[in-house]
T-cell receptor, first 115, second 112 residues
Framework: GAVVSQHPSRVICKSGTSVKIECRSL??????MFWYRQFPKQSLMLMAT?????????EQGVEKDKFLINHASLTLSTLTVTSAHPEDSSFYIC???????????FGPGTRLTVT | GENVEQHPSTLSVQEGDSAVIKCTYS??????FPWYKQELGKRPQLIID?????GEKKDQRIAVTLNKTAKHFSLHITETQPEDSAVYFC???????????FGKGTRLSVIA
């Protein structure tokens, strides 16, 4: 099956700093990538949808200037959490889908802890 | 947009018994309904999915049923085992370029 990787798997950063998370589709071209956030014991909440070469579409309540998403190639999308605060601590999971729709393949997630 | 409701939020069953998790969706255009199993700290794993042109699908001990008229779908796990213990999420999506919308999850505990 299709493989999606994420890096880093865990990151601890200080409040006020920025953190970049990478999501890669390893064996297919992902025209669309999704970024989800999951707080403890909660469901996956969609943050934004990004199509290769286009600006990301953010869900209501998600600050686009705080969560910068770049999808510059068909195999790589990045999420940068800017000026991180402790309340941004969460499990961030990306998901990728090929052109034409179909299954969404999930990355292994990144656990962000902001101290 | 789509809204997915999932029940129950927690479910405990004895090993060997069956477990049923139910979801409802709001968007009649949705036509793809996957179920995911997520273990602590790991990514969701697709366990079974169903499309709107099918009413039921089975894969060994796991089955999913879909009622398009009522807009609900269910996951059935038979002969449960302790390793089935996890959080299960249902999701729904239409055929366009839209993302999956997830239910809130069900924490299943199988007691040996």
């Amino acid at each position: 099956g299709a493989v999606v990787s994420q890096h880093p798997s865990r990151v601890i950063c200080k409040s006020g700093t920025s953190v970049k998370i990478e999501c890669r589709s390893l064996d297919f071209q992902a025209t669309t990538m999704f970024w989800y956030r999951q707080f403890p014991k909660q469901s996956l909440m969609l943050m934004a949808t990004s199509n290769e070469g286009s600006k990301a579409t953010y869900e209501q309540g998600v600050e686009k200037d705080k969560f910068l998403i770049n999808h510059a190639s068909l195999t790589l999308s990045t999420l940068t959490v800017t000026s991180a605060h402790p309340e941004d601590s969460s499990f961030y999971i990306c998901s990728a889908r090929e052109a034409g729709g179909g299954e969404q393949y999930f990355g292994p997630g990144t656990r962000l802890t902001v101290t | 947009g789509e809204n997915v409701e999932q029940h129950p939020s927690t479910l405990s069953v004895q090993e060997g018994d069956s477990a049923v998790i139910k979801c409802t969706y709001s968007d009649s255009a949705s036509n793809y309904f996957p179920w995911y199993k997520q273990e602590l700290g790991k990514r969701p794993q697709l366990i079974i999915d169903i499309r709107s042109n099918v009413g039921e699908k089975k894969d060994q001990r796991i089955a999913v049923t879909l009622n398009k008229t009522a807009k609900h779908f269910s996951l059935h796990i038979t002969e449960t085992q302790p390793e089935d213990s996890a959080v299960y999420f249902c999701a729904a999506r239409d055929s366009g370029n839209t993302p999956l919308v997830f239910g809130k999850g069900t924490r299943l505990s199988v007691i040996a």
